[in-house]
Every structure is written in structure tokens, then in C-alpha cells.
């Protein structure tokens, strides 16, 4: 058994055959870990099977074969220890705000009195900023208001593992950023360990301490796991200052863009070990330069040598 | 403006009644006939002559039941001479009784077929054969077997409320949200709390919905049953009143059925909007 607060090993899903021809593995041999308080994104193509990862983590899903061990227990089913952000919120219409976030905390704990339940409800959702609104019905809501309950009510029941799938999805870019401003202070104050599925790569290079990037799938597999060296004290305001930001950034990009169809079939398996996936760090690498602009480059450091002679 | 909108309806509305008064009275009104002026009258009436009357009674006659009717809604002159007060009662006790039985069972059966689908296909083609069949049709076979009339009409309620419930509560709770049971299973809850608290109050407006229906079919089926059955009840009542050729009281009953039949749908329409919720 690995020391590691979760670990995944060759994780495989293949989905029942249609109409009886069988389907090819959405994913195969998925092999990662996270460790305590780390915050791990995924990111990948759609048809990938990310949301199907996230969700046999989260019990909702069973993987054909493979297994998922949590704090040295299988993952078996739902639990409360795994708290879960929908990418719909998921809120209960017929229950106010602070009903469902209720809901949730006496789930956990069915002994506690109402004011006590009450009580600490209110805590979390002060924490994403939403005091006033705790009487109000999800519809009364706008989209990022109703995000901002799904993730107080998934950190009210204090589990020990958080996992978000494409949270801030259906946001538009301006509420997106300030929740993701909010998560950010959060995860920083509590230290809770967070897996996330995310299609924008600001975002996860802003909360991420490591990013795993999947190759398309069927067969999809971890390509890649980017470390993101920059320091924890990010911000969304400055972090794009960060000289590390766009080195990160455009290796994210051009995976996505370039790399991640090549990793199917036998000629990848070759240099490419799934059970191992390489572990880059973009961040503290020297600039690639391209050799064109190394030349580029070269002839201009040369025009100013003549521009010099010139000039004296 | 809606306030005006609401007058002016209400303005038609009347309107339309007024017309619709007026024409019944004219084409119901009896016309003087020439043979009054030259023969005894009494000896015209004899041969059946005279009055030229259309038979059908004026909206003046009706009136009257109207007013004799419900100024005495629940006197009780033996079994063939009630209020329609008592009349009524009886019959919305009967849909009452044999509406809450079907509650009992439509309810959790279809709960349980919604959440199997296994179930669902094994109990649906008993639902499609038993669901088309009239009410009525039962009649003797509940006559024959409970031996007693007024167990049999409120039977055939239960038979044809059933229906409706059971299938509108199946469908409702087969289709809450996958992500609501999703969040209730991710939070560990147990499987009552869950049926009460997620899918419930989630398939609530679609059972209240089966229940609205059920109860406009048992509200029209109750109607005929008493006819059959006899005894007690607007049914009967309006059956009796025929047998009398009291055409007045059958039009005031056919009104009155109506009027009753609309409070009930107002009253389930008003329990919908209570379970309603806005996603």
C-alpha cells in the first residue's frame, strides 16, 4: 500500500456494449495519487472519461476494473468523507438555501440539535458570502449564487476529500472569476484536499498545486502530470505577472492543442509509461526558444554590432 | 391592468349568461294558441291541447327549484324526499372514501414501481389493460361480490382513481432528477429519509397532478354509479327527479354537479400549486 491519502491504480472503464457490439475503454490504465491538503485538477478533452473518474471517486460510478484507495480504505460507494460540487449545483428547489445546506450537515450528523445545525450552516455560508440569502429559495438565485450553496453545502459536511466536477462551468467569465477568488481563499485557509475537473486551463493553473493532463480518448490515459511550481499565495489578479504563468500556460495549451490525440495506441505506449506518467514541471524549465527566434535573434544582435560600428 | 382585464371578463361572462337566459326563455316560453279563445279550456287541456307548451321548463321554473332547493338544503322527508345538501354529502363521502383508499394504494405501490424499474415493466401491462376499462363495468362484479350497494359504488370510485395516481406517481418518481438522488446518496442518507425528503417532495407536483385527474373522473363516475346503485346521492337524486319528470330539479342537480365539481379541481389545483417548485 502507497503512503499517499489517495491513490488510484490502472483505473479502466468500459461502458456496456450497444445494440451488442462491444465499446472500446473510454479510459485505461489510469494510474495517480494525491496527497493531504493537495489541490489536483483535471483537465482533458471531452469523451475522456474525466467526469467518470471524478465519479467513481465519488462512489456515484463503478470502474470495470482498477481500484481507488482513500486513507488506506477502498472507495466503495458513496460516502461522507467525499464531499461533491455538481457542475448543475444540484439544490433541492423545494428547500430554501439554508434547508440545503441543512440537509447535508444532518446527514452527517443526525444527533445534533437544530440550533446547532442552524448555527453552523450559517458558518459556511457566510464563508461564500451568502448571509443575507440564507432564507431564499435556489430559483430566487442567480447561477453563481447557487454554485456558491452547492460548494458551502459540500464543505458543511467537512469531508475529507473535496471533488468538483467543471464547478464554475456554466458561469459566465466575471461571476466565474470571483468565485474562483472565494474557492482559492478557502481551500488556502482550510487546507482541504480537492479534486477537480476543469476545461479552463487559467483556472486551473490559478488553483491547482498539480494539473494531470488526459489524452483523448476511448483508451484516454494521463499523459502528463504538470506540476504547477508558482507559489501557494496566488492571486487571480496577479498571478499572470508570474514570470512562471505563461511558461505553464503554453505548455498546458499545446497539449491540448498538439499532443493530446498522440498518446493512443502502440507506438505512444512505447515512450510513454501510463503507470508512471512523466511529471513535468513548465514552470522552472529555461524558455524553449524556438530556433527560429533563436535566429532572429542572432541576426538582430548582429545589426546592432553594425549599427555600433557604424555609429562610432 | 390586470384588475381590468378581470372586470371586463367577469362584464363578458355575464353578458354570455344573459344571452344565454334570454334565448332559453324565448324558445321555453308558452305561446298563446288560437284554440284557447274558442273552446273550453279546460276541455283543450283534456285533449291535450291548448297551452301550447315546448315541455321543457323556463329558466323562471328552474328558478324556482333553485331557490326551493337551497333554501332547505338538508331537510330529510324519507329515503325518496332529501335536501340536496344531504344528497351531496353522501355522494362527495362516497368519492372521499373510495378516493383515499385509492390513495393508500396507488401512492406506495407506485413509488415502489417508480423506483424498479424491473417492477415498472412487470406491473405495466396490467395498467394498460386495467386503466381503459369504464368504471362501470365493474359494477356487477362488485355487486355480486360485496353483496352491498353502497360498498360497490364506492368501489368502482377507488377502481377508476386508481389509475391515475398509480401511473402519474410511478412516472414522477422514476424521473426525479438523477443529480438530487445523486446528492442525497453522496451524503449517505437512508433510504426513508430519502423517500420523503429528495423524491417525495421531488415527484410531489406530477402525484398531485395524477390526483387532480383521478378525482375529475371519480367526481363524473360517481354520478352514474348512483343512478345504478340507488338509494343516496346526487346520482340518484337526479334519477329520482327524472322518474318524477321534475325536469326543473334535474337541470338545478346538473348545475349543482358542476358547481361541486369545480371546487374539488379548484381545491386539488390549489394543493398543486402548494407542492410546486420553481427550479
Not at chain 1, 213 to 226: D, R, W
Request: hydrophobic share 50%; proline share 5%.
Amino acid at each position: 500500500m502507497s503512503t499517499h491519502f489517495l491513490t488510484v491504480e490502472s483505473l479502466k472503464k468500459v461502458f456496456p456494449p450497444t445494440n451488442g457490439i462491444a465499446n472500446e475503454p473510454v479510459f485505461e490504465d489510469i494510474n495517480f495519487y494525491i496527497d493531504k491538503g493537495e489541490f489536483v485538477c483535471i483537465v482533458g478533452h471531452s469523451g475522456c472519461g474525466k467526469t467518470t473518474i471524478l465519479n467513481v471517486l465519488a462512489g456515484l460510478d463503478e470502474a470495470s476494473a482498477g481500484e481507488a484507495f482513500m486513507d488506506g480504505r477502498e472507495v466503495r460507494g458513496p460516502s461522507l468523507d467525499r464531499g461533491v460540487v455538481f457542475q448543475s449545483h444540484a439544490l433541492m428547489p423545494w428547500m430554501s438555501v439554508l434547508g440545503n445546506v441543512a440537509f447535508a450537515v444532518k446527514s452527517k450528523w443526525p444527533d445534533w440539535s437544530k440550533d446547532k445545525i442552524k448555527e453552523h450552516c450559517i458558518g459556511y455560508l457566510e464563508m461564500v458570502g451568502l448571509g443575507h440569502a440564507i432564507h431564499k429559495k435556489p430559483a430566487e438565485l442567480s447561477g453563481g449564487m447557487k454554485q456558491r450553496v452547492g460548494i458551502a453545502r459540500a464543505f458543511a459536511i467537512q469531508p475529507k476529500m473535496l471533488l468538483l466536477d467543471e464547478p464554475f462551468g456554466a458561469l459566465d467569465a466575471l461571476t466565474r472569476g470571483t468565485i474562483q477568488d472565494e474557492l482559492l481563499k478557502i481551500v488556502q485557509a482550510t487546507h482541504q484536499t480537492v479534486f477537480m475537473i476543469t476545461h479552463d486551463v487559467d483556472e486551473a493553473i490559478l488553483l491547482a498545486d498539480k494539473i494531470l493532463l488526459m489524452s483523448n480518448g476511448p483508451h484516454a490515459k494521463i499523459a502528463e502530470i504538470v506540476e504547477i511550481t508558482m507559489p501557494r499565495s496566488r492571486t487571480r489578479s496577479e498571478i499572470h505577472h508570474d514570470p512562471q504563468y505563461y511558461k505553464i500556460r503554453n505548455h498546458l495549451v499545446d497539449f491540448l492543442v498538439n499532443r493530446s490525440k498522440t498518446y493512443a495506441g502502440a507506438e505512444a505506449e512505447m515512450f510513454h509509461d501510463a503507470k508512471n506518467p512523466p511529471v513535468v514541471r513548465p514552470g522552472l524549465e529555461v524558455e524553449r526558444a524556438p530556433v527560429i527566434a533563436l535566429a532572429t535573434e542572432k541576426v538582430v544582435s548582429q545589426l546592432q554590432q553594425v549599427k555600433h560600428a557604424v555609429n562610432q | 391592468m390586470s384588475a381590468k382585464l378581470k372586470l371586463k371578463a367577469a362584464f363578458i361572462s355575464l353578458l354570455m349568461l344573459a344571452v344565454f337566459l334570454g334565448a332559453w326563455q324565448l324558445a321555453t316560453q308558452p305561446k298563446e294558441s288560437a284554440v284557447q279563445a274558442l273552446a273550453d279550456s279546460e276541455y283543450a287541456a283534456l285533449m291535450g291541447k291548448g297551452q301550447e307548451k315546448s315541455g321543457f321548463p323556463t329558466p323562471g321554473m328552474v328558478g324556482k327549484s333553485f331557490v326551493q332547493y337551497l333554501s332547505d338544503p338538508f331537510y330529510d322527508k324519507g329515503p325518496n324526499d332529501k335536501g340536496i345538501g344531504i344528497q351531496l354529502a353522501h355522494s362527495l363521502g362516497r368519492v372521499a372514501v373510495g378516493f383515499l383508499l385509492a390513495v393508500a394504494i396507488a401512492l406506495p405501490v407506485g413509488f415502489m414501481i417508480g423506483m424498479s424499474p424491473l417492477l415498472f415493466k412487470a406491473f405495466d401491462p396490467f395498467i394498460q389493460v386495467l386503466k381503459p376499462i369504464s368504471p362501470l363495468a365493474w359494477m356487477p362484479l362488485a355487486l355480486y361480490s360485496l353483496k352491498d350497494s353502497d360498498i360497490s359504488g364506492i368501489f368502482v370510485i377507488f377502481i377508476c382513481s386508481i389509475w391515475p395516481m398509480l401511473i402519474n406517481t410511478a412516472f414522477g418518481v422514476s424521473s426525479v432528477r438523477r443529480d438530487w438522488i445523486n446528492v442525497a446518496r453522496t451524503l449517505e442518507v437512508n433510504p426513508l429519509r430519502k423517500a420523503f425528503l429528495v423524491i417525495l417532495p421531488a415527484a410531489a407536483p406530477t402525484i398531485l397532478t395524477g390526483m387532480r385527474i383521478s378525482m375529475g373522473i371519480a367526481w363524473l363516475v360517481i354520478v352514474a354509479a348512483e343512478m345504478l346503485v340507488g338509494g343516496t346521492g346526487i346520482g340518484y337524486f337526479v334519477w329520482n327527479e327524472w322518474n318524477n319528470l321534475a325536469l326543473p330539479n334535474v337541470i338545478f342537480a346538473v348545475v349543482m354537479i358542476g358547481i361541486v365539481g369545480m371546487f374539488l379541481d379548484l381545491f386539488f389545483g390549489w394543493l398543486q400549486k402548494l407542492v410546486t417548485y420553481r427550479e
